[in-house]
């Protein structure tokens, strides 16, 4: 009977141990693609694991719901909501609900990033006339405060913070055409990284914060592409890609680039996630499931790559 109960604890502490490895693994089973779509006319966010399994929609509130972010720290997601009727930022838990609203403004509150220990979130808001970029508490929101990170009196917009904090990535006009510039989150310091004429979009770090993706207009086939710019040196490296490519961001182990492909401009066609592998330029098209055999198939808008931590 001894050597039968070790065994069971052993066997037992080995299954704990097992979970509690899954939480912090990088693979299938902890990574997930978050993903807008519109079935049914207005855009709601879904989860899928990266081997296309496990299709589930986050939240099921009225209104549109865009632009999820992750925060492994807090477990959290924060996302632009309408479901009060004006476009405010929302917070909900990893299943969807507990959904709490974080911004109170008749102006519009959207795309908003967490900074990397989850305590506060940049958004970009026309609170104060042209989009400028703001910061809240996480969870007190708007009610206890607001710092205005940003005073350029231009469109501001597409925050991103840096995953060791110290920089938040957002486009400017400042210029004319939307450039990408750093700014660290107190405000004090700012740099521009782009200088072209073209425009410069939707910027997002890579997992090791030493790269930036975004969508510019540079390829050879002028139209929407995606580049990396490398903030050490500063060089640009754009990728040349057969069909116009938005929102791109990185693969939770930063080896590959997951975007939102929409044909070419002589032949459109409805939006589908792709992948490029950076070491071999290698595109694969990410099938989306169907939420059930008589649903419709799935065109993404906009996605998100992460690790996940199960909610639990």
């Given at each position: 009977?001894?050597?039968?109960?070790?065994?069971?604890?052993?066997?037992?502490?080995?299954?704990?141990?097992?979970?509690?490895?899954?939480?912090?693994?990088?693979?299938?089973?902890?990574?997930?693609?978050?993903?807008?779509?519109?079935?049914?006319?207005?855009?709601?966010?879904?989860?899928?694991?990266?081997?296309?399994?496990?299709?589930?929609?986050?939240?099921?509130?009225?209104?549109?719901?865009?632009?999820?972010?992750?925060?492994?720290?807090?477990?959290?997601?924060?996302?632009?909501?309408?479901?009060?009727?004006?476009?405010?930022?929302?917070?909900?838990?990893?299943v969807g609900n507990e959904i709490t609203r974080?911004?109170?403004?008749?102006?519009?509150?959207?795309?908003?990033?967490?900074?990397?220990?989850?305590?506060?979130?940049?958004?970009?808001?026309?609170?104060?006339?042209?989009?400028?970029?703001?910061?809240?508490?996480?969870?007190?929101?708007?009610?206890?405060?607001?710092?205005?990170?940003?005073?350029?009196?231009?469109?501001?917009?597409?925050?991103?913070?840096?995953?060791?904090?110290?920089?938040?990535?957002?486009?400017?006009?400042?210029?004319?055409?939307?450039?990408?510039?750093?700014?660290?989150?107190?405000?004090?310091?700012?740099?521009?990284?782009?200088?072209?004429?073209?425009?410069?979009?939707?910027?997002?770090?890579?997992?090791?914060?030493?790269?930036?993706?975004?969508?510019?207009?540079?390829?050879?086939?002028?139209?929407?592409?995606?580049?990396?710019?490398?903030?050490?040196?500063?060089?640009?490296?754009?990728?040349?890609?057969?069909?116009?490519?938005?929102?791109?961001?990185?693969?939770?182990?930063?080896?590959?680039?997951?975007?939102?492909?929409?044909?070419?401009?002589?032949?459109?066609?409805?939006?589908?996630?792709?992948?490029y592998r950076i070491s071999n330029g290698e595109?694969?098209?990410?099938?989306?499931?169907?939420?059930?055999?008589?649903?419709?198939?799935?065109?993404?808008?906009?996605?998100?790559?992460?690790?996940?931590?199960?909610?639990?």
């Amino acid at each position: 009977m001894r050597s039968f109960s070790r065994i069971r604890a052993g066997l037992l502490g080995g299954a704990v141990f097992l979970l509690s490895g899954w939480t912090a693994w990088a693979g299938p089973f902890s990574e997930r693609i978050l993903f807008v779509a519109n079935p049914g006319g207005l855009s709601k966010i879904y989860i899928v694991r990266p081997d296309g399994k496990d299709l589930s929609r986050l939240t099921h509130s009225h209104g549109l719901e865009r632009e999820p972010q992750v925060s492994t720290a807090v477990r959290s997601v924060a996302y632009r909501g309408t479901r009060d009727g004006n476009d405010e930022i929302y917070r909900c838990n990893l299943v969807g609900n507990e959904i709490t609203r974080l911004t109170h403004n008749p102006a519009s509150d959207r795309q908003p990033s967490w900074s990397p220990d989850g305590e506060r979130i940049v958004f970009a808001t026309q609170r104060w006339g042209e989009e400028e970029l703001a910061i809240i508490d996480s969870r007190k929101g708007d009610s206890e405060g607001i710092f205005r990170l940003t005073w350029d009196r231009c469109q501001n917009c597409s925050p991103n913070w840096s995953p060791d904090g110290k920089w938040i990535v957002y486009c400017s006009c400042m210029q004319g055409q939307s450039d990408l510039y750093i700014i660290s989150p107190d405000g004090q310091t700012k740099r521009r990284l782009t200088r072209e004429k073209q425009e410069d979009l939707q910027p997002n770090w890579s997992p090791d914060g030493k790269q930036i993706v975004y969508q510019t207009q540079r390829g050879p086939r002028d139209t929407a592409s995606i580049a990396i710019y490398t903030l050490e040196t500063g060089e640009i490296k754009v990728i040349d890609l057969p069909e116009v490519a938005n929102y791109p961001t990185w693969s939770a182990d930063g080896q590959s680039i997951l975007y939102v492909a929409l044909g070419t401009r002589l032949l459109p066609r409805p939006a589908q996630l792709q992948t490029y592998r950076i070491s071999n330029g290698e595109l694969r098209k990410f099938e989306l499931p169907r939420l059930s055999l008589t649903s419709p198939l799935l065109t993404a808008q906009e996605s998100e790559w992460t690790p996940f931590p199960f909610p639990w």
